[in-house]
T-cell receptor
């Protein structure tokens, strides 16, 4: 069965370190998204991609970057981790094209703690 | 701008009680509307959706009607079960913005036997 996976599921790091969170989907979806979930804020969009070599900034992109070298993967990098980036991170994918009605499929999440 | 407002939780109900979780939105044009559910320790999964005014989305006994005149998409279920305990998110996808989702803050539901 097609799925979307994230790794690691839990990560503890220190302030200033670079961290990369992996997202891999086997749906062959063009669209991929990264969100962070914080209490009282729901989920907020960090970055998104509509295909290979395409990346776009979301609502809360400062301090994060993504790259899309193939259809299956969209790794999220925290260039210099800050305590404010302690959160639960979700990756999602959807298909086809740019329709607003497309269902997004979510990964299980990565809980990141920055000390 | 686009935004979603949900009723605050947590909501605690007894099994077989009637559930309503309020959701209102602000958006230009005609967004698509969604309810997602997050069970403990898991990612979000789509519960139901509606794409135009007066559409009713339904799934697993839950339903919600797209009300443009009141900019609302309230979630209802006639008889909740313990297994419905989860966090529920209302979301919108603005027209012409590539399927991006804007979420409400989530409402935690706890159903007691």
């Amino acid at each position: 069965d097609a799925e979307i996976t994230q790794s690691p599921r839990h990560k503890i790091t220190e302030t200033g370190r670079q961290v990369t969170l992996a997202c891999h989907q086997t749906w062959n979806h063009n669209n991929m998204f990264w969100y962070r979930q914080d209490l009282g804020h729901g989920l907020r969009l960090i970055h998104y991609s509509y295909g290979v070599q395409d990346t776009n900034k979301g609502e809360v992109s400062d301090g994060y970057s993504v790259s899309r070298s193939n259809t299956e993967d969209l790794p999220l990098t925290l260039e210099s981790a800050a305590s404010s980036q302690t959160s639960v991170y979700f990756c999602a994918s959807s298909d086809p094209g740019l329709a607003a009605t497309d269902t997004q499929y979510f990964g299980p999440g990565t809980r990141l703690t920055v000390l | 701008g686009n935004s979603v407002t949900q009723m605050e939780g947590p909501v605690t109900l007894s099994e077989e009680a009637f559930l309503t979780i309020n959701c209102t939105y602000t958006a230009t044009g005609y967004p698509s509307l969604f309810w997602y559910v997050q069970y403990p320790g898991e990612g979000l999964q789509l519960l139901l959706k509606a794409t135009k005014a007066d559409d009713k989305g339904s799934n697993k006994g839950f339903e919600a009607t797209y009300r443009k005149e009141t900019t609302s998409f309230h979630l209802e279920k006639g008889s909740v079960q313990v297994s419905d305990s989860a966090v529920y998110f209302c979301a919108l996808s603005p027209l012409g913005q590539g399927g991006k989702l804007i979420f409400g803050q989530g409402t935690e539901l706890s159903v007691k036997p």
